[in-house]
């Protein structure tokens, strides 16, 4: 049994099951990357495990409890989620911004105290967004704001984190840059991470394990040289491809046919 | 837990801890500085009238330090009330205020702008027209047309949980909708009842009765050190439901509580002294320019409608020519921050 994982998991909106009785082990101290077409319930299973939706069967547990029966500020300790489109406040600073991750860390008249301010500290150094803490969200690059929010998600302190979509938005370096910050926590900590995303080739490069989603179902999971063939590919993304060894790393790319 | 990598170097720790304390700092200046501000403002709207005071003469009376007669019943028996009302009143306004705009994340949501106070006003205006009352019984009609406003907009903007643009939508449509069937009862009005109405409808801080101000009194001494609690929450749900309930907040509970709390106040600032518009509206951000940008000070706020009022208040009753109802004022200074704001709204972004 891994810290985090779902049995039975069923995930909908409104009277739509998008997720049907999925089962998951979230693998510990590892980088999981979720992928899929669009609309394959990949974010929805990423809020799901974070509690963000309440499942309609099955449940998710974390460290072998359900997430319903667990405070929601005990699971902020321990589980982090940066969702794809979180809201700037209007002016914010860097530093005020990453400070809200100590959100769970403070009661309701627990001032700010130098564990807040270290586990700040520490995040900004390790998204390299430390030189920035002045300056307004608004005016960053779309590379660094991304940067920020990762800071305001390491600000929290989990040992998991989970990214829905944190590439998207982002150009091929900007994309390389965060993936390799990710990875680089990972290692620094043994930290769980699971990170949503669309660039199979990215995910096959910078994830330890991939699970492939279609239609509200897990179709393949396992190492990225294991699961990623031309098969799978045609299965997930309706694409015909072919699949061969990344020239640097030997991870397997996809490449259209 | 777990540790991230080594503590970054005392430089980051030094200029984390800098902006922190330079925060602190701006925010205590800020709210002591509007704190004396509406203090010095609440004596001297007792001190100006058909026969003044000096500062001295109405501390002394209000503390009870000196022993005259005649200036006592000037203070206490006359004046005190309406300052008070003024007082409370504006500190009301500006809590709720904010509180809305934060919640709905728009600046433009304040509560006479997404329908509450409309509501306040068709209940009161139904109740002088139709069923002919007068004094609190008026005031009780404008709290229940208020929050029986706000608990509509709720539920009709309610899809498994309720989002801060629907809420808005709706609000409006609510605000025109009450607006028309203000209009309608008023055309059904004797001369009389028609005028009556009207001019409880511009609201005035004057038409405070001692009944609903207490109870004004009382809703701030449990309702603002509330609102202050529960801007933590705010902090959270400012940032996107997703990330707030990431970081564990119960954000329907934290929203249903923070709007409730917003709904009572200005609920009751509605009753004693009708619809003072665009005090609400104004303050939040007033205090926000103060405070420094995303720091949406609850206290600051109530502390600049305080001031915004007692200001309009004096404006209003001894600037004029003629006493004027308040809200005739109010409403002259309110009137352009809004087109300013709806001609600078889309730059910045906030639009919806």
Known sequence: MTRLNARGLTLGYDDRAVVQGLDIDVLDGKVTAIVGANACGKSTLLRGLARLLAPREGAVHLDGTALAELRTLDIAKVLGLLPQTPVAPDGITVADLVSRGRYPHQGWFRRWTDDDQDAVARALEATGTADLIDRPIRELSGGQRQRVWVAMALAQDTDLLLLDEPTTYLDINHQVELLRLLRRLNADSARTIVVVMHDLNLACRYCDHLVAMADGAIVAEGAPTEVVTAELVEKVFGLSCVVVADPVAGTPMVVPA | ?352
Do not use: K
């Open chain 2, 1 to 352: 837990m777990s540790v991230i990598t080594a503590a970054g170097p005392a430089a980051v720790d030094g200029a984390l801890r800098a902006g922190r304390r330079r925060r602190t700092t701006r925010a205590a200046l800020v709210i002591g500085g509007l704190a004396a501000v509406a203090a010095g403002l609440f004596v001297v709207t007792m001190m100006v009238g058909s026969f003044a005071l000096t500062a001295v003469e109405v501390v002394g009376s209000l503390l009870g330090l000196r022993d005259d007669p005649s200036v006592d019943f000037i203070v206490l028996g006359l004046r005190l009330p309406t300052a008070t009302a003024a007082l409370a009143v504006g500190l009301a306004l500006g809590a709720s205020g904010t509180i809305f705009q934060q919640l709905l994340r728009n600046p433009l949501a304040s509560p006479d702008f997404v329908g509450i106070t409309s509501g306040a006003g068709l209940a009161a205006v139904s109740g002088i027209v139709f069923l002919q009352v007068g004094g609190i019984v008026i005031s009780g009609f404008a709290l229940g047309g208020a929050l029986l406003a706000a608990v509509l907009m709720y539920a009709l903007a309610w899809r498994g949980g309720v989002s801060g643009y629907r809420f808005i939508l709706i609000g409006i449509g609510v605000l025109v909708f009450f607006d028309g069937l203000i209009g309608y009862v008023i055309s059904r009005a004797q001369l009389t009842e028609a005028r009556q109405a009207m001019h409880w409808l511009t609201g005035s801080i004057g038409q405070a009765g001692p009944d609903e101000l207490r109870l004004l009194l009382g809703a701030l001494v449990v309702m603002l050190p509330l609102a202050v609690l529960l801007q933590r929450q705010l902090r959270a749900l400012e940032l996107g439901d997703d990330a707030a309930a990431a970081l564990g907040s119960r954000t329907e509970l934290s929203r249903a509580g923070l709007l409730a709390t917003a709904v009572v106040l200005v609920a009751l600032a509605v009753a004693v002294a009708g619809p003072l518009l665009f005090v609400a509206f104004v303050a939040g951000p007033v205090a926000d320019r103060l405070l420094g940008p995303a720091t949406g000070g609850i206290l600051a706020a109530a502390l600049v409608g305080a001031s915004l009022l007692l200001t309009a208040d004096l404006a209003a009753v001894h600037l004029m020519p003629t006493p004027l109802p308040t809200g005739v004022v109010t409403g002259a200074v309110g009137a352009p921050y809004l087109l300013w704001l709806l001609a600078t709204t889309n730059r910045r972004g906030a639009g919806g």
